[in-house]
């Protein structure tokens, strides 16, 4: 009896690892560079949100850098991402070759897709207090305030289960663990993070000559 296949737009969520398998063995490129541009977006606007931008810039100087910026970023992740985290995947004895890490990551972002389905309404409710400290048309209605803090928590779900889904994704194709599949990232961070901590210190102890 034949297992019936999965769609990987719903199954991403509870099976990663057998959608990133079923996806790997039938056609490894599928969507894989769509997936990392419209990711892309819903991390520039969840990243926005975070770091409140709209602090230093206009609403719509976030929304064209998410709607532009975010396809760029999400698809120079993808490739220098499917390079290193195979590189160093390697060091712990991960199996998977380049493609089938950038699998991994292009399919883990559906639910960061899904979300985009909750900035659309939280755009329309709260606009430029989506991305600023101060929140005074949010605070003066406990209507408004009650739907922030579920928008806030609801992406802040999300990104997480994004998260947790990649770990388990990028440990199926290298086969290990979703922790192993942690330290492998950890690892691939460290990689670009010690080289430009290095640049750094230099570039400061030049400067003191």
């Given at each position: 009896?034949?297992?019936?296949?999965?769609?990987?737009?719903?199954?991403?969520?509870?099976?990663?690892?057998?959608?990133?398998?079923?996806?790997?063995?039938?056609?490894?490129?599928?969507?894989?560079?769509?997936?990392?541009?419209?990711?892309?977006?819903?991390?520039?606007?969840?990243?926005?949100?975070?770091?409140?931008?709209?602090?230093?810039?206009?609403?719509?100087?976030?929304?064209l850098?998410?709607?532009?910026?975010?396809?760029?970023?999400?698809?120079?992740?993808?490739?220098?991402?499917?390079?290193?985290?195979r590189?160093?995947?390697?060091?712990?004895?991960?199996q998977?070759?380049?493609?089938?890490?950038?699998?991994?990551?292009?399919?883990?972002?559906?639910?960061?897709?899904?979300?985009?389905?909750?900035?659309?309404?939280?755009?329309?409710?709260?606009?430029?207090?989506?991305?600023?400290?101060?929140?005074?048309?949010?605070?003066?209605?406990?209507?408004?305030?009650?739907?922030?803090?579920?928008?806030?928590?609801?992406?802040?779900?999300?990104?997480?289960?994004?998260?947790?889904?990649?770990?388990?994704?990028?440990?199926?194709?290298?086969?290990?663990?979703?922790?192993?599949?942690?330290?492998?990232?950890?690892?691939?961070?460290?990689?670009?993070?010690?080289?430009?901590?290095?640049?750094?210190?230099?570039?400061?102890w030049?400067?003191?000559?």
């Amino acid at each position: 009896m034949e297992t019936p296949l999965l769609n990987p737009w719903f199954s991403m969520w509870l099976h990663p690892r057998q959608t990133i398998r079923q996806i790997v063995s039938t056609n490894p490129d599928r969507l894989v560079v769509l997936l990392a541009a419209v990711g892309g977006i819903a991390e520039a606007l969840t990243n926005a949100a975070s770091d409140s931008k709209g602090d230093d810039i206009s609403l719509q100087a976030i929304l064209l850098t998410a709607l532009f910026g975010g396809p760029i970023m999400g698809i120079v992740g993808l490739w220098l991402g499917g390079l290193l985290l195979r590189w160093t995947g390697g060091w712990l004895g991960g199996q998977a070759d380049t493609r089938s890490v950038r699998t991994a990551l292009a399919w883990a972002n559906v639910p960061l897709i899904w979300s985009l389905l909750l900035w659309g309404p939280a755009l329309l409710f709260f606009g430029a207090e989506l991305f600023t400290t101060a929140t005074p048309a949010i605070d003066a209605s406990s209507m408004f305030a009650g739907l922030y803090l579920v928008f806030t928590l609801g992406i802040g779900i999300v990104s997480l289960w994004a998260l947790v889904a990649f770990f388990h994704a990028l440990g199926e194709v290298q086969g290990f663990s979703a922790w192993k599949a942690l330290g492998n990232s950890i690892l691939a961070g460290l990689v670009v993070a010690i080289p430009l901590l290095v640049l750094a210190l230099a570039m400061v102890w030049i400067s003191r000559l």
